[in-house]
């Protein structure tokens, strides 16, 4: 069932009244319910999940969880589902993820700085900066030298590139590394947005 199938359900007014405010500034002001049961399984329109998932990741307990979304922040506009939901029904592909970083610098999620990225590219430019521990991106201390590796979204695989006697000496490979995958990339980055390509090179140097 797509999400058309669930908006061409109206909603009672009953359950409009039911409704309140999500943390006390959301409003879910959609004229149809955002879910339907059927055969037992409640199937959820997945604009209103991504709006959801989205002011959770912000405002909700998962801050905590990942502290790189401490002050990020959800633009005023996008404080209505349906404003929200104009620019998704544009903007979705299915199996893509909502990204924030591109197009913008991480803080806000804003019809301006946010689109649906592919989950390689979401993959690529995730640090997991939270579980890296003292050294510089994609190195750990192993047995008293510096090993680099990367995580391919193109192979599915962790690849190890070598073990150096500095940490800068693992970075910058693993730097050219994510550089190489970005160039073996191209193609799919340029079908996204004719920019794509450029900002990920960009962004993927500025990584530490």
Request: charged share 25%; net charge positive.
């Amino acid at each position: 069932m797509n999400y058309l199938s669930i908006e061409a359900k109206p909603a009672s007014k009953s359950s409009l009244l039911k409704r309140k405010p999500i943390f006390d500034v959301f409003v879910n002001d959609a004229p149809f319910n955002t879910s339907r049961i059927v055969d037992g399984v409640r199937i959820n329109h997945e604009g209103y999940q991504a709006w959801i998932h989205m002011i959770h990741r912000c405002y909700g307990a998962s801050v905590r969880k990942y502290p790189t979304y401490s002050g990020v922040r959800v633009s005023e506009n996008w404080h209505s589902f349906m404003c929200f939901r104009e620019w998704w029904q544009s903007a979705y592909v299915p199996g893509w993820c909502l990204d924030k970083d591109i197009l913008g610098d991480g803080s806000i999620y804003s019809p301006s700085t946010c689109m649906y990225i592919p989950q390689a590219l979401n993959k690529l430019l995730n640090t997991k900066s939270r579980f890296r521990g003292e050294q510089p991106l994609g190195v750990t201390l192993y047995k008293g030298r510096y090993r680099a590796a990367v995580s391919n979204p193109v192979t599915q695989k962790h690849e190890f590139l070598g073990d150096y006697d500095t940490p800068e000496e693992a970075h910058m490979v693993w730097l050219a590394a994510k550089h190489q995958i970005v160039d073996e990339l191209k193609s799919t980055f340029d079908a996204v947005h004719p920019r794509m390509y450029s900002i990920v090179k960009r962004k993927i140097n500025r990584l530490r």
